[in-house]
């Protein structure tokens, strides 16, 4: 059984930095993407950066020059690292896994996942 399990978050004034992981666990075969979305009290959840597996990212313009977002394609793990943190980037943020393929009950299967969700508070 799959399972994205995030850590890192937590509070922090602005202008500090914080590092979350995310780390799939369980039989995978190959990921396609793995990302980061954030969503905040009242707000739909929104991007904030994704990183494919032949290197491609793409951020949300607010987080760009921020953020980093890295992986680690032999462990499963992705990272962000936020620096320069504002109050507006206060919010839950939730690990993606896009197109994870897994073996379920002797078949290939392959689906999006995510993880709990880690919180990020950024008091001014």
């Known amino acids: 059984q799959v399972q994205l399990v995030e850590s890192g978050g937590g509070l922090v004034q602005a202008g500090g930095s914080l590092r979350l992981s995310c780390a799939a666990s369980?039989?995978?075969?190959?990921?396609?993407?793995m990302g980061w979305y954030r969503q905040a009290p009242g707000k739909q959840r929104e991007l904030v950066a994704v990183?494919?597996?032949?290197?491609?990212?793409n951020y949300a313009d607010s987080v760009k020059g921020r953020f980093t977002i890295s992986r680690d394609n032999a462990k499963n793990t992705v990272y962000l690292q936020m620096n320069s943190l504002k109050p507006e980037d206060t919010a839950v943020y939730y690990c993606?896994?896009?197109?994870?393929?897994?073996?379920?009950?002797?078949?290939?299967?392959?689906?999006?996942?995510w993880g709990q969700g880690t919180q990020v508070t950024v008091s001014s």
């Open positions: 993606n896994a896009d197109r994870l393929a897994t073996l379920t009950t002797g078949r290939v299967k392959t689906d999006d996942y």
């Open positions: 369980g039989i995978i075969f190959s990921i396609n993407a």
């Open positions: 990183l494919s597996s032949t290197g491609t990212t």
